[in-house]
């Protein structure tokens, strides 16, 4: 049986995550073993699974001192912290699992709150028997991403002389969780907007003025791709597309179809426990659209400071020597039939203008913090498409128009699983 990682619930499992912690952006998982050597080695192993949020998996704890070992009970003790002599810990007599009476290390802190959690008892048959699994089932709750938690198991032999021996420790640090389809976008602030000038070969506007700091704080996850024909097709049961193909892009879709799909998709995981508490499928504001986008660049594309006809699904290259047309047939392609921006992000220039899911309002110079401006005659689609200019796909290009009355065969959208908006 899986044991809630480590407590029943996360208020009682993870009370400690305002302590002191190790943590690491780092996205994937680590598996440190470690001790001076006064434990053997291999007396706890990760056996099965993958230390991520929103999974499970199993530690086993055994005596590898002796082939011979007695039978034991193990226990398994988790903390924030290592001993303070980390990578080694604190030498006890007795302590050991080589023979009753052996050396030892403790390898955890045992200042308050550690161990905040000790777990047991299971049986051990001893010898080369399979060790004595605890099996560990991580909240899914973004907030653990990164962090690093410290194991160490110790076996009870009670047959005999009674003694209590120790197993190496294991450095455990928790990658973010995985969702099908989507992208992880770190927390982060950008520069919202563009001082392009108004002529050639951008021909900004100022409704991305004045450019401004904007806080994005709390990670996400932003769907690869637009959302395919199929995708909408199968939670939908309709296709309302106008150049059919099950991995174009679903467009000839206002901003309400957009807003039911991702109801619908949130509802459908929500039933799987798969949406993390506090998180919704949703359309991206305008802010997650283009801070993902932007991917860390501040160029007016994410190719850097010009876009050809090669790089996107759109209809004039402003950039070309001398500008021209990209000599496209009409409509839409695969989606991923261009290379991803630097996070990983594909079609974010071109292909069908992304419904976002604000109001339009001009900007203001004051930073803001994960901005979102609900309600409104219009709503904002970001991202040109395969109808339209170089100019429409920057990164920063804002166009907006009634979100019930405009059914065209370049809009489309993709989905975020985002912190939930709260107009």
């Known amino acids: 049986m899986t044991r809630p990682f480590p407590a029943l619930g996360r208020a009682a499992a993870f009370g400690f995550v305002s302590c002191a912690l190790a943590t690491t952006q ?12 006064l434990n053997p080695p291999g007396s706890l192993v990760v056996t099965s699974g993958l230390p991520v949020v929103g999974e499970s998996f199993s530690v086993g704890v055994s005596n590898t001192a ?15 912290a290592p001993d303070p002599a980390f990578p080694a810990g604190t030498v006890l007599p007795g302590f050991g699992l080589a023979f009753p ?11 308050a709150p550690d161990p905040f959690t000790t777990l047991g008892p299971v049986a ?33 032999q009670s047959v005999g002389f009674p003694s209590l021996g120790l197993t190496n420790g294991l450095a455990v640090t928790l990658s973010e969780p995985s969702f099908s389809g989507l992208v992880p976008i770190p927390a982060g ?20 003025q004045p450019v401004h700091q904007v806080t994005i704080s709390q990670p996400y996850w932003m769907g690869r791709y637009e959302v395919t024909q199929a995708e909408y097709q199968g939670l939908m049961g309709t296709n309302p597309s106008g150049y059919l193909g099950a991995d174009k892009p679903v467009e000839t879709v206002i901003w309400f179809n957009a807003v039911a799909y991702c109801d619908a998709l949130n509802a ?18 305008e802010a997650e659209w283009e801070y993902g986008c932007r991917a860390g660049t501040t160029t007016e594309f994410h190719y850097g400071p010009a876009l050809f006809c090669n790089q996107a699904r759109f209809s004039y290259s402003d950039h070309s020597s001398p500008p021209a047309s990209c000599q ?20 974010m220039h071109g292909n069908v203008w992304e419904w976002c899911m604000d109001g339009f309002s001009s900007y203001t110079a004051s930073a803001k913090t994960d901005p979102y401006v609900s309600g409104g005659l219009y709503r904002v689609l970001r991202g040109g498409s395969w109808a339209f200019n170089s100019t429409y796909c920057r990164s920063a290009d804002r166009y907006y128009v009634d979100p019930g009355l405009v059914h065209n065969n370049y809009y489309g959208f993709r989905v975020v699983l985002a912190p939930v908006l709260v107009p």
């Open 26 to 37: 780092a996205a994937a998982f680590q598996v440190m073993p470690y001790g001076a050597g």
């Open 66 to 80: 002796s082939a011979s070992a007695p039978a034991s009970i193990a226990f398994l003790s988790l903390a924030t």
């Open 101 to 111: 009476g052996a050396l030892g290390e403790v390898l955890l802190s045992l200042a």
């Open 124 to 156: 051990w048959d001893g010898g080369a028997a399979a060790p004595a699994s605890f099996d560990l089932a991580v909240p899914l709750d973004p907030a653990l991403s990164g962090l690093t938690i410290y194991l160490q198991g110790s076996l009870l």
């Open 189 to 208: 602030t950008f520069q919202m907007g563009s001082n392009a000038a108004g002529g050639a070969p951008y021909y900004g506007s100022s409704t991305e």
């Open 268 to 285: 459908q995981q929500t039933a799987l426990g798969k949406v993390p508490a506090g998180y919704q499928y949703r359309l991206p504001t």
């Open 328 to 347: 496209n047939p009409l409509g839409t392609v695969p989606v991923g039939s261009y290379a991803p921006n630097a996070w990983g992000l594909y079609d």
